[in-house]
């Protein structure tokens, strides 16, 4: 039960480039993709990196039958990926192959897929930042094996159930059961966004992704889907907010319940002028130990 993407989860966008001219030794080849999304989680090397976990289903037409001996050789017989400019394969741990499958002309392949996020950003007001992360996915092209012929990918849609395209990992068990009542669209939306939202960074702003597809040449073997996440800021309201605030309030509530008159006039003077070295000190004091005790969450 994956989420219907035909209502409310799924915005496409087509884009058109320049076209170029088809050699005449190149086969266009029907190829269907699916992308299941499951979470986005932070990268350890780099805490403003994300990377996107899911799993890409991909389904070939092989009806000029260039692929079958791939097939029969345990070899691929399936279209390269490339995600953000990367190749992704086996080495770099992007794309893993997890089962082949041949159905009359058809052939299917799964894939695991940990996939980089570029990481965009589109608004910074302190303490609030936006950002968008964007995975470009594109189907490489592949050549005969006699490496006479070139085989360009030509993805197909389902036009009329979008989630057959893209769709979001369901937060709720294949078997379980559960009543559609008033609400219960966004109580599903909320589960949805805690699931896939896995990063200690950014938040999700809405789990619902943006997708666009570019036509090339009448082809279409590229698409992108965009996330747009934000930086809540109490992390950086903690250690620089809070500080001034406390120090201010310190030295305020200290200059103004110490005063005294002096010996020789009229007129009134503190007891001390340390107050705001003072102040500054044990407010520098508790951000620290507060630092200790305090720690980023998912949902600030």
Not at 119 to 128: L, M, N, S, V
Request: charged share 25%; proline share 4%.
């Amino acid at each position: 039960k994956n989420m219907d993407t035909n209502n409310h989860c799924l915005q496409v966008s087509m884009t058109t480039e320049s076209n170029d001219d088809r050699k005449q030794n190149e086969i266009k080849v029907p190829v269907h993709n699916f992308v299941m999304i499951k979470h986005i989680k932070d990268d350890p090397n780099d805490e403003n990196s994300l990377f996107l976990l899911g799993t890409f289903i991909q389904y070939v037409k092989d009806g000029s039958g260039h692929l079958k001996s791939n097939y029969d050789k345990k070899e691929a017989v399936y279209f390269p990926y490339r995600l953000n400019e990367l190749d992704a394969n086996t080495d770099n741990n992007l794309v893993n192959v997890r089962r082949m499958e041949q159905h009359g002309d058809i052939f299917k392949t799964s894939f695991t897929v940990k996939a980089p996020l570029n990481i965009t950003e589109i608004f910074d007001a302190f303490p609030c930042r936006i950002v968008r992360a964007k995975l470009t996915v594109e189907l490489s092209t592949m050549t005969s094996k006699d490496n006479m012929i070139k085989l360009q990918p030509d993805l197909h849609l389902d036009m009329n159930t979008k989630s057959n395209n893209i769709a979001v990992q369901s937060p709720f068990e294949l078997n379980a059961n559960y009543t559609i009542c008033k609400g219960f669209e966004m109580t599903f939306l909320k589960e949805v966004d805690d699931k896939m939202d896995q990063s200690m960074a950014y938040d999700l702003i809405t789990p619902v992704p943006m997708v666009s597809y570019v036509v090339k040449s009448n082809d279409c073997s590229k698409f992108e889907i965009s996330f747009f996440m934000i930086d809540g800021g109490f992390s950086s309201v903690v250690k620089i907010i809070f500080p001034m605030l406390l120090v201010s309030i310190m030295n305020w509530f200290h200059v103004n319940s110490n005063f005294v008159k002096g010996p020789d006039s009229d007129e009134y003077d503190t007891k001390s002028h340390e107050y705001l070295g003072n102040s500054a000190t044990f407010a520098l004091t508790i951000v620290f130990l507060f630092g200790g005790i305090y720690k980023k969450t998912r949902k600030e």
